[in-house]
């Protein structure tokens, strides 16, 4: 699918570019481009014609181009959150320790066998994890419910749960470090999530249970201090995502 939405991007610029005279007049240096989902324009990988089109653009994309498997990707770049529906979670006490409702296959190629050792701890843990597979008109309720989102890689190291778990007012809990977080010069993110590396998989009962409740109370004043910034409205307003972008996308003119 990588090659046919390749061909069809190629196609659009090409047919912009043909139509109107803005894109070529400055190299495509004045526009900005969207890509979805994870790691979003390594579409264009082995295309040198697209990636000829596309490297004066500024990129938006949820995944950064820091660690980016396809050489030669552009600087201008900026990482954005996915839009995400933050209406839809609920107050709720937090009963539940640790959660994750997600696709399990036996390829563990698939989330690095994360997911495997998560649904270990639901099946032997259930007091405090609890972990199911699909998905369910009670995701957000769940969710929310949670004192940690439990965010395990799939085929991609990114995950829209920490953004999930953000809405939800729960502790995103991250086993990769290798892709770039949203406006990450002005959010901190150690403030709020935590990073387990895999070799402390075994330990992660003990690492969340660990956790004080003056610890706790920081990391969820500092989700609803950075929330805020992360969140798109229908109606943009000061200080959320489609603001933070604006102001981005205004300081790169300016360079």
């Known amino acids: 699918c990588k090659l046919d939405a390749a061909n069809y991007l190629q196609k659009i610029l090409e047919w912009v570019d043909s139509h109107h005279m803005f894109m070529s007049s400055n190299g495509g240096s004045d526009h900005a481009l969207v890509f979805s989902w994870d790691r979003g324009a390594e579409l264009v990988k082995g295309n040198l014609e697209l990636s000829l089109l596309l490297k004066n653009m500024t990129h938006l994309v949820h995944y950064g181009y820091s660690n980016s498997m396809v050489e030669n990707m552009p600087n201008n770049y900026i990482v954005i959150p996915p839009y995400r529906k933050s209406e839809e979670c609920v107050d709720s006490?937090?009963?539940?320790?640790?959660?994750?409702?997600?696709?399990?296959?036996?390829?563990y190629r698939y989330g690095k066998g994360l997911r495997q050792v998560l649904a270990e701890f639901g099946q032997n843990l259930p007091h405090l994890f609890k972990v199911d597979?699909?998905?369910?008109?009670?995701?957000?309720?769940?969710?929310?419910?949670?004192?940690?989102?439990?965010?395990p890689p799939g085929w991609s190291e990114w995950s829209p749960?920490?953004?999930?778990?953000?809405?939800?007012?729960?502790?995103?809990?991250?086993?990769?470090?290798?892709?770039?977080?949203?406006?990450?010069?002005?959010?901190?993110?150690?403030?709020?999530?935590?990073?387990?590396?895999?070799s402390q998989l075994e330990s992660l009962p003990n690492i969340l249970q660990g956790f004080s409740q003056q610890d706790l109370k920081k990391k969820f004043t500092a989700i609803n201090f950075y929330r805020k910034l992360l969140t798109y409205n229908e109606t943009p307003r000061n200080g959320d995502a489609t603001d933070m972008i604006?102001?981005?996308?205004?300081?790169?003119?300016?360079?």
């Open 133 to 151: 597979s699909g998905h369910n008109e009670f995701y957000w309720k769940e969710l929310s419910a949670a004192k940690f989102a439990l965010c």
């Open 246 to 255: 604006a102001k981005l996308l205004t300081e790169k003119k300016a360079i």
């Open 93 to 107: 006490e937090k009963s539940v320790l640790a959660y994750f409702r997600g696709t399990f296959i036996d390829d």
């Open 161 to 198: 749960r920490l953004f999930d778990a953000l809405y939800c007012g729960s502790i995103p809990v991250l086993f990769e470090k290798i892709w770039e977080l949203p406006f990450s010069t002005h959010i901190d993110y150690t403030t709020f999530i935590v990073f387990i590396d895999i």
